[in-house]
């Protein structure tokens, strides 16, 4: 059974959807406190730091997400690098899949999805990984992203390993 002790979540891997990086690490770290059963989430200005401090710890995230995006495969070797540098045996891989507001079926729509990967930093092992989409309709008040996105990033972390504090 997977029991990371330690995490970082990784800063979202390049998307249309740029402007919602630091909003979206720190929601996920967020949730990944109160609600994942895993001693130490590092923070999101930590995990900036480590990669600005480290060329090697930065280098290694590069080749991670280039050899993720070309071959849909956790690599071992960069994942272990990562894992090392962030001082965690554990990482959430990020992808944002929508933030935006947008028209559907008439109705006025504000809208997240995301994609996360957890890979054990000390295998590269992907161990689970999960793609949701949270939709909040509005009439006149624009509701706030990073409140669907809230919503969003608490569903999908009860379902991943290990099992929430209950």
């Known amino acids: ?56 710890a930065f280098d290694a995230l590069v080749f991670y997400f280039s ?29 944002v899949n929508s933030w935006e507001y947008m028209r559907k079926e008439g109705d006025n729509v504000g809208r997240v999805g995301l994609s996360l990967r957890l890979v054990d930093a000390t295998t590269g092992t992907t161990v689970w990984k999960a793609r949701h989409e949270r939709s909040s309709s509005y009439m006149f008040y624009r509701p706030n992203l990073k409140d669907i996105a809230k919503e969003l990033a608490a569903e999908m972390i009860k379902s991943m390993p290990p099992q929430p504090k209950k």
Not at 40 to 48: D, G, I, K, L, Q
Not at 80 to 88: F, H, S, T
């Open 1 to 56: 059974m997977f029991r990371p002790q330690a995490i970082a979540v990784l800063p979202p891997m390049a998307s249309q959807y740029d402007s919602a990086r630091e909003d979206i690490q720190e929601v996920l770290s967020g949730a990944l406190n109160k609600i994942a059963n895993i001693e130490r989430v590092v923070s999101p200005e930590n995990v900036t730091d480590i990669f600005q401090s480290s060329k090697e």
């Open 67 to 95: 050899r993720l995006e070309m071959t849909g495969q956790s690599d071992k070797d960069s994942a272990v690098k990562l894992g090392k540098a962030l001082n965690v045996d554990s990482f959430l891989v990020v992808r």
